[in-house]
């Protein structure tokens, strides 16, 4: 440090700038070799804004708005674009906007109106659409800078309740660093998770969609500079929606009214209430697959770390207390043998594509079953990577089901030659009810990762490290092989529980924790840790041995 020049290694190849340099600067000089927009950098294995400063030596790659981060910090950009604007068009009028669901390649956001110390929402409509989006298109084309800033927490609390921010005074209330970094763009003043961009002008892609009683801003899908059209995803929606409203009625919405009730010592209340909505719920299910006559085959899916083991255990449960006699039935058994499982781009065996599951020998069982007919089941052997066949001999009766798990449930290719009205579709996901705070919302994905962490590093002896460093590969299966299939599903089922990051956050910290910083998983067990800091942790002592948390913190009553 405090030499004239730094030596950075970009590329593979060592140059010399002066240092204080800004990476800004060494950024527009490479842009023209990425085909898409360089917004972060990575120095030394530590993420550094563009408008940061190079002041040592070291190695330096750029990031992208391709890139999973790089991702990240352009979405959060666009949402403080569209606060802004929002603040510009109707502050006066008492008017903000709260971010409220993660939908598709968008953010569902409602306009609320301060009344009486509580806030209401406000039609957005089409014409306040269409003016927030000439008004972004505006703060664009002006390139302003979005400023950083460091404030005392002392200080970011006062700010926040000036502004009315109420969601985020309470979070920062438990922040136990001593130091806030607030982002200012054009005088307008608010916290954010994460890195933004430098300016507006780094933000033409988007799109406003009036939806529902509010509106959807869009960003861009697999090419980072065109939006798709935007496809309401209806039973999701209505899952959000309905998950947002059990939170309010136990009067937790967000991250600050969590630690809140759990500082205050509510929590074993809370975590009764929510066992009893979740039991009822199933209770529910089962009444609705009861009435629905002749559904032989429950069909269960959703993505990693959605409790569908867990959940599909109680389902069984309740419905054997209505009378039928459900059997566990994973799809795993109709891998085909090893030898003849496809392989992926890399070369690895793709284990989640639905052609490495014997697909017709599937349908002719089932079918044999549906006509009364006594079928031996195949067993595989994940040791030898072959089917067997062990005298596992099953003969379905009236009130007989099979609650068939596994990834490609809700695919009709995967059971195309069974009568529909022969199958229940269920999806489940673990979407999270709360908020961090007004305009950052909770992300359903690091929810269900820190879950995957835990649960592995305890059953399957698997690091946190690895985890992280296999999670990419297991989004890509979802967004490939479940998402698109989620609203053929009949019932939409919502794992998460409202509690449970306050009680993962235990067990997850140490394994992140020991993450190497040398390793490139440091730099997402990095961001994790600093996620879990903003929750208080909360024992499990007090949550039943079939809570769902069981499947992934140990101590379940199922075989999990």
Sequence with gaps: MGGKYVTLTIEGEEKKYPCGVSFLRIAEEYQDRYPDDIILVVHNNHLKELAKQADRDGVLTFLTTADKTGKKVYRRSVTLLMQKAVHNLWGEEGVSVKVMYSIGQGYYCELMRAEENRMVRTEAGEKRVAALKREMYRLVMADLEIEKQSISTDDALQLFH????????????????????????????????????????????????????????LFPGSSTREIDEFVPSRKLFMTLKKSREWGKMLEID????????????????????????????????????????????????GPSSSGKTTFSHRLAIQLAAKGLKPHPFPLDD?????????????????????????????????????????????????????????????????????????IHGLNDRLSHSLPVESKFKIY???LTQLNIDEHNYLPTTDGRMIRRIVRDARTRGTSAGETIAMWDSVRRGEERYIFPFQEG????????????????????????????????????????????????PLPGDGISTNSIIREFIGGSCFHV
Aim: one cysteine or more; aromatic letters at 14%.
């Design 334 to 406: 109709y891998y085909v043998d090893r030898n003849l499982c496809p392989k992926d781009e890399n070369g690895e065996f793709d284990f989640e594509c639905l052609e490495s599951l014997d697909v017709e020998l599937f349908n002719h069982d089932m079918n044999e079953l549906l006509a009364g007919k006594r079928v031996n089941l195949p067993t595989f052997n994940f040791k030898t990577g072959k089917r067997e066949y062990k005298e596992r001999y099953m003969q379905l009766g009236p009130e007989d089901v099979l609650v068939v798990e596994g």
């Design 489 to 536: 599903a009949d019932v939409m089922f919502n794992s998460a529980l409202i509690y449970e990051l306050a009680v993962l956050k235990l067990y997850a910290e140490p394994l992140l924790f020991s993450i190497d910083k040398e390793r490139p998983e440091y730099l997402e067990a990095k961001r994790l840790l600093k996620f879990l800091d903003y929750f208080l």
């Design 254 to 301: 967000t991250v600050g009214a969590l630690n809140d009730a759990i500082a205050a010592g509510k929590m074993q209340q809370v975590i009764l209430t929510q066992e009893a909505l979740f039991e009822e719920r199933i209770g529910q299910l089962a009444e609705t697959i009861v009435k629905a006559k002749d559904r032989k085959f429950i069909m269960v899916a």
């Design 428 to 430: 489940i996901s673990a």
């Design 162 to 217: 000036d502004l009315g921010m109420r969601d985020k005074e309470k979070l920062f209330r438990y922040r136990r660093s001593s130091r806030v970094n607030i982002y200012i763009l054009d005088h307008y003043k608010d916290y954010f998770y994460g890195f933004m961009a430098p300016s507006t002008g780094y933000l033409r892609y988007y799109d406003v969609v009036p939806y529902e009683d509010g509106f959807v801003l």
